[in-house]
């Protein structure tokens, strides 16, 4: 009898067991966090109130840095948009993922479902894509139809979107505003509402399930120029868009320098080449065209913070305030006249140090309300939501989970940190590498024997020859060059420069310690952890691409236009 009683309750303990087992997987869904990840494009680390700037006005993302994790030492791994997206999806340095403007290459399917959203949505996550897209995806690139067809929602347009996205893009021709922020809202506002009826929308059912976590990605083309240097000033635009500001007193960028003004240029004329910048970042080269682009860049970042507290506030109404994560941060900096540079896709911090912030509502609020100076990348956000979200993270990942750091059980996940630049074209710029600690950073750079796009122009101009096909066309050769530019260093390339900076001393890079025979133990350290750190960015095995030149979709008699 004593047995009987023993059997039937290992029986009823087993069964109990059975149902709660059950219970939670069914529950397994509803119970994980959803995500937005917020990605503003071109914004440089201090545009923003909680980063430091005393003239522009951002509550709302404010807000979220004191309840969140404001990381002040993040970083990008490429200072250029395609290969920082590409970076940001795959959670991989750029010589691994080998896509650039001037690669030559599309993400291959292989590579595409390795991606966080694709990852998630493979777990069970309801996916959308609303703005922004730059990175090629399939055969075809741009054109292939692979992302639209890749989301349970989606609402953006490849390539540039402009201030006026419905003058460029017709997914966006129903929307009720012009502006770009506000149509990105209109989306945002859709994807969380049960309706989604916004015109134009690409979706596969009528409603995001209330059943299923979801992974919304909402990503700018703001305060990028090709937006700010499009705004026209509307009667339709809002107040933000036309007056805030511009009765400021904007002071100059510290280290600014007018073209006119340049006596040592900030790199030698050899390997910079600055006559071949691209047009669009003239603006830097006079106090007043800065100030022009800075306070258009600054009436960007207001409405995009107003529509941070739109999207919070809808949270909270519709009661998934309490389950939501958000990470907001920049695909890169920006030069604004800094030593006489304008534009990117070089290594100084000014182009690679942007603002990050994790709020997650699940964390006790004592671990949140801080800011972190750990060595972060843009490449720990995807492992960062697979762990947040029970997912396995893809060993292809090569960024670390923050977890630990977010809950203050880690103070830091690497000793250093590593940017790259392979984008080196006729625009002038050098291929560089950099690997930084908390207080030294060093700069290599290559060869730059880029033919000038100068002369491209000029030839286009006599001969008829369009200018944007000139200067943007990328062709099968230029494949085994890109591929030559990611190996060669590895191969035993010489670096032709260098730089060292003492960060906690000189935070804006102004003085090269390079030659600096006290610091030769130093430079050399360095040196070696460079290698250590390229090497491990490179990985093994060719990159997830496939050919997509302007040969390539020759063949399919398709001709591309510049994204």
């Known amino acids: 009898m004593i047995r009987n009683l023993k059997i039937r309750s290992l029986r009823n303990l087993l069964l109990v067991c059975l149902v709660y087992t059950a219970s939670t997987l069914s529950g397994w869904s509803q119970e994980r966090p959803n995500f937005i990840f917020i990605l503003t494009d071109d914004q440089q680390y201090g545009l923003m109130g909680c980063t430091g700037n005393t003239i522009v006005q ?265 389950n939501t994560v958000i990470v907001f941060t920049s695909d890169h900096g920006l030069f604004m006249g800094q030593f006489g540079l304008g534009g990117k896709a070089l290594c100084y911090e000014v182009t690679t140090h942007v603002p990050m912030i994790i709020f997650d509502p699940l964390t006790k609020k004592s671990k949140r309300s801080k800011t972190s100076d750990a060595l972060v990348q843009s490449i720990d956000i995807a492992p960062t939501m697979m762990s947040m979200a029970g997912i396995p993270i893809p060993d292809t990942y090569q960024g670390k989970d923050l977890t630990q750091l977010l809950a203050g059980n880690q103070e830091s996940v690497r000793p250093y940190l590593y940017t790259e630049n392979l984008w080196s074209t006729q625009f002038g710029n050098p291929r560089c590498e950099s690997v930084q600690d908390q207080e030294w950073k060093y700069i290599r750079y290559y060869k730059n024997e880029n033919f000038s796009a100068l002369k491209k122009i000029a030839t286009a101009k006599a001969m008829g020859i369009n200018i944007s096909s000139m200067l943007y066309k990328v062709h099968d050769p230029d494949i085994a060059l890109y591929r030559d530019y990611a190996e060669g260093p590895l191969q035993g390339e010489p670096a032709v420069y260098e730089e060292l900076f003492n960060l906690k001393k000189d935070p804006k890079e102004t003085t090269n310690l390079a030659n600096d025979t006290s610091l030769a133990d130093k430079l050399n350290a360095m040196r070696k952890i460079w290698k250590k750190e390229i090497t491990k960015a490179r990985g093994t095995g060719f990159p997830k691409v496939v050919r997509y030149t302007a040969d390539s979709e020759a063949e399919r008699n398709v001709i591309i236009e510049p994204k």
């Open 58 to 322: 951002t509550p709302n993302l404010d807000q979220l840095a004191k309840e969140g994790v404001l990381f002040t030492n993040a970083h990008i791994t490429s200072a250029i948009c395609t290969p920082s997206r590409a970076s940001i999806l795959t959670s991989q340095f750029e010589r691994k993922h080998g896509i650039n403007f001037n690669s030559g290459t599309s993400m291959s399917e292989e590579g595409w479902a390795n991606t966080y959203p694709m990852v998630m949505r493979k777990n069970g996550y309801y996916t959308g894509w609303i703005g922004k897209n730059h990175v090629p995806v399939g055969k075809g690139g741009y054109a292939s139809g692979l992302m639209e067809k890749s989301f349970d929602y989606w609402y953006a347009g490849h390539g540039h979107l402009g201030f006026y996205p419905k003058d460029r893009h017709k997914i966006f021709k129903d929307a009720k505003y012009d502006t770009q922020v506000e149509v990105i809202d209109e989306g945002v506002q859709d994807f969380l509402s049960n309706e989604q009826k916004l015109g134009g929308a690409l979706k596969f059912i009528d409603q995001r399930p209330s059943d299923k976590p979801f992974m919304l990605s909402v990503c700018f083309n703001l305060p990028h120029g090709a937006g700010t240097g499009s705004m026209q000033m509307r009667d339709s635009d809002d107040e933000i868009y036309k007056s805030l500001y511009r009765d400021q007193n904007i002071p100059l960028p510290e280290n600014y320098v007018a073209r006119k003004d340049i006596t040592t240029p900030k790199l030698p004329a050899e390997l910079l080449h600055a006559e071949d910048r691209q047009a669009g970042y003239d603006y830097v080269d006079t106090p007043e065209g800065f100030r022009e682009r800075y306070i258009r860049q600054m009436e960007a970042l207001t409405g995009i913070d107003r529509l941070v507290g739109q999207l919070r506030k809808t949270l909270k109404d519709q009661k998934l305030d309490k």
